[in-house]
């Protein structure tokens, strides 16, 4: 539904520039001469979304970023984008958009995510309709929607809520009201919605592991 289709890596241990790998649905093997990267590809693929949480996972520009380049880096005092991974879906997912969101469809059907080294996301996810087009679609009037543009997060929702008298007009937003709940505090919140509540959860996750384990019963 979700799948892997390019790995970007900006700066991570012996990768000092930035490096891309288109993954094929044929791939099922990462093959190069020693040191060519191959382990640091891998560890830097699992640090983006480790199927669990493990510190182990998590990425740390100590250890992590070039260690030439480390110093200068710090010098600058921004938080670096270590890898982004862009993503592709097919058209199955949209059976997952409920009533609130079942117009919407994200541009190109494909959206990436930037880690950076503070572990924090960048999520770039174009879809079909802009915020107000959006509220729009919901029958809200221009002049709550004005309003509504500017609204963040549920408790200032709330607030706009009880000064609205029509109420026609605020059944409606009350109706998509869960919209809000934003908790990444994205611009667009329907975007942010779409993201947490339907994406994120079907992300591939990645396990790395260095030497060969026996399974149980096996």
Do not use: C
């Not at 958009?97 to 117009?103: A, L, P, S």
């Amino acid at each position: 539904m979700i799948k892997l289709i390019k790995v970007k890596i900006y700066k991570f241990k012996s990768f000092e520039s930035e490096q891309e790998l288109s993954i094929s649905d044929d791939v099922t093997a990462l093959v190069g001469m020693n040191e060519s990267g191959k382990t640091a590809f891998l560890q830097a693929l699992a640090k983006s979304n480790y199927f669990e949480e493990d510190s182990d996972f998590e990425f740390n520009e100590t250890p992590d970023y070039p260690r030439k380049q480390l110093k200068k880096m710090q010098r600058t005092k921004k938080v670096q984008v270590a890898t982004e991974l862009f993503y592709q879906i097919n058209e199955s997912i949209y059976d997952d958009f409920d009533e609130i969101v079942k117009d919407i469809k994200i541009v190109d059907n494909q959206f990436s995510i930037k880690t950076k080294y503070d572990n924090s996301k960048k999520i770039d996810l174009s879809i079909s309709l802009s915020f107000e087009e959006f509220l729009k679609s919901k029958g809200i009037p221009d002049e709550e929607i004005k309003e509504l543009s500017q609204i963040k997060n549920k408790e200032q929702l709330s607030s706009l809520l009880s000064e609205i008298e029509d109420p026609e007009i605020k059944a409606r937003i009350e109706k998509i009201s869960v919209i809000w709940e934003n908790t990444l505090q994205w611009d667009e919140p329907h975007n942010e919605y779409i993201y947490r509540n339907i994406l994120k959860p079907k992300l591939p996750k990645f396990i790395y592991y260095d030497e060969y384990y026996t399974l149980p019963n096996i």
